[in-house]
């Protein structure tokens, strides 16, 4: 018979301190679908999408139900955009809308793809799918879009880099009635991951196959439960940390297994990741306070991080057959109640945030910024975060909504998942638009010597 | 046979087990095993059981269950047994 206080504590995990599944992510290769006439790519599209994920949120429902864990999200990852497109020249938007109607007709909330990979360069119909990114984000509600722009072993496409900076503040104009929610839904990324299950970055790399179901685990509000109260040094820190990530991680491979079988799908990886809510009780940011630091943002944190975020793929790894996505801890400012009360009193300002990208998973996520701050900024910003992922072989990311009409010390409120995001000081006297009008490629980083 | 929990926990009440129990007899379901202890202050029960059989849907099961700990004044979960042998056994 199992032991009372182990299941006391599962228990406890799931009721007092929401844990949960975030997203069942099922990917779908889409390059059989390509077709010279669009509208028989987009039928092919619908077809495949519809027959490979047709039960996805059924089945969801009932794991949810039968094991008593929340699985928050179903969504579906696709084959970058641009690659299908590209046979047919035709305009893009007609593969956004197609996509979104697939989304409809599975009940899934997120369908992410709508993505180009240019760490290199632009080649047939990239530039025309970031081009329509703006109008594709505004005209569908549940696609999400990312653009690669670098890599270590390549660069940084600094093309790419100047085209979304303009790309973002056009889609936030575009979506400036409902709160600039365009720009939640489009993510730059270094060093992108193949298999990634959570968004809006999520797209299915060409290395995968067909089809299979990619799990994201959740838990901040575990570890801080685990934290809360706890006397001892870092390293016994460290352990608790491990500890904990191990029994969220087999969470994640118990499902993620157990969805692939009744879906007949092969099952990807576990993404161990610590995704923040806006719920109280859900934040990475009170993980760091745990820790003990009076606010996160102060100094100290970015060793705080780092040691949280190598505990928990430490603690995770040996809980799955398989590990990969973004794994690590997420720190999207405007879904962290910590995070958005240390953003409000000013604790937390951009440039700590950018220090923590480079020990955490993903980068600067869902940070919003004056309505003013022109492209090249934006541009600039993308740049200096794929700098640091490109040099420390890591993923990073720019989720950034210019906060059209607002100013610093305002807030966006997108309710839900998304929460709320103080507008942070940016450093708008100082231009970069030289730097950045430039363009070309910064050649890819030499891997010895280093220091 | 197909092992599921199900956990009650709250105030302790008169006749909360027969309550419990008579349901799982009505849906088929065979009880294996049941603990009881009071945990930090709460009652709680675990009883483990095969589900192997069961009359209904699961999440039929795991309603009526939810419904009558609403009614009794504590929170009945029925979860898979998996769930904990994952998390807690290597």
């Known amino acids: 018979m199992l032991n009372l206080n182990d ?49 996805l949120v059924k089945v969801g429902e009932q794991l949810e139900k039968e094991y008593g864990i929340p699985i928050i999200n179903k969504r579906i990852s696709v084959t970058p955009i641009s690659m299908i497109a590209a046979s047919s020249k035709a305009d893009p938007i007609i593969y956004a809308k197609t996509l979104q109607k697939a989304a409809d007709a599975t009940g899934v909330n997120f369908l992410g793809g709508y993505s180009a990979l240019v760490h290199k360069g632009f080649s047939a119909g990239d530039r025309e799918l970031i081009e329509s990114i703006p109008y594709a984000l505004s005209e569908t509600k549940n696609i999400c879009s990312s653009v690669n722009i670098g890599s270590t072993k390549s660069g940084i496409n600094m093309d790419a880099v100047k085209l979304l900076g303009e790309t973002i503040v056009k889609t936030a104009e575009i979506t400036k009635e ?55 040094d870092l ?36 993404d161990l990741s610590l995704a923040p809510t806006p719920a109280v009780g859900d934040s990475v940011a009170h993980i760091l306070e745990a820790m003990g630091l009076e606010k996160c943002g102060t100094h100290g944190t970015t060793a705080a991080l780092a040691l949280l975020n190598d505990a928990v793929k430490k603690g995770g790894v040996m809980a799955s057959s398989s590990v990969g996505g973004l794994s690590g801890a997420f720190i999207p400012v405007s879904e962290d109640a910590g995070m958005i009360s240390a953003a409000r009193e000013g604790t937390l300002k951009i440039e700590k945030l950018e220090a923590m990208t480079a ?43 210019p906060a059209i009409g607002k100013k610093s010390g305002e807030e966006l409120n997108f309710g839900g998942l998304l929460g709320k995001a103080p507008i942070m000081d940016l450093n708008l006297k100082d231009s970069p638009k030289e730097f950045i009008e430039r363009a070309g490629r910064i050649p890819a980083p030499l891997q010895s010597l280093k220091n | 046979m197909k092992k599921t929990v199900i956990s009650v926990m709250g105030k302790d009440t008169v006749g909360i087990i027969s309550k419990v129990s008579s349901v799982c007899a009505q849906n088929n379901v065979n009880i294996i095993d049941i603990t009881q202890s009071v945990l930090q202050g709460l009652f709680v029960m675990v009883m483990l059981t095969d589900t192997e059989n069961l009359k209904c849907e699961f999440s039929e099961f795991s309603e009526s269950m939810k419904k009558l700990g609403e009614n009794a004044g504590v929170e009945i979960r029925v979860m898979h047994e998996d769930i904990f042998n994952s998390m807690h056994r290597i």
Do not use: W
């Not at chain 1, 990530?245 to 994640?252: D, N, P, S, W």
């Not at chain 1, 309505?371 to 720019?398: C, F, H, L, R, Y």
């Open chain 1, 7 to 55: 299941i006391m504590e599962t228990i406890n995990m799931i009721k007092q301190d929401n844990l949960d599944i975030r997203t069942v992510t099922m990917g779908i290769s889409l390059l059989d679908c390509a077709d010279s006439d669009a509208k028989a790519a987009c039928d092919k599209i619908y077809e495949k999408i519809t027959r490979k994920a047709g039960n």
């Open chain 1, 178 to 232: 409902d709160n600039c929610i365009g720009c939640a839904k489009l993510v730059v990324f270094c060093n992108a991951p193949e298999d990634n299950p959570f968004m809006a970055g999520a797209f299915h790399g060409v290395g995968e196959p067909d089809c299979v179901i990619n799990v994201g685990v959740s838990g901040p509000g575990v570890v801080s439960a685990a934290l809360k109260d706890f006397k001892g």
């Open chain 1, 235 to 270: 390293g016994e820190v460290a352990e608790t940390i491990k500890r904990t990530a191990f029994k969220i991680t087999r969470m994640g491979q118990l499902i993620g297994t157990e969805a692939s079988k009744r879906l007949d799908v092969p099952f990807g990886i576990v």
């Open chain 1, 359 to 401: 020990v955490c998973s993903v980068g600067l996520d869902m940070i919003a910024v004056p309505g003013e701050t022109p492209p090249e900024v934006i541009s600039a910003i993308i740049a200096d975060e794929a700098a640091i992922g490109m040099v420390n072989s890591k993923t990073t990311a720019v989720r950034i909504i």
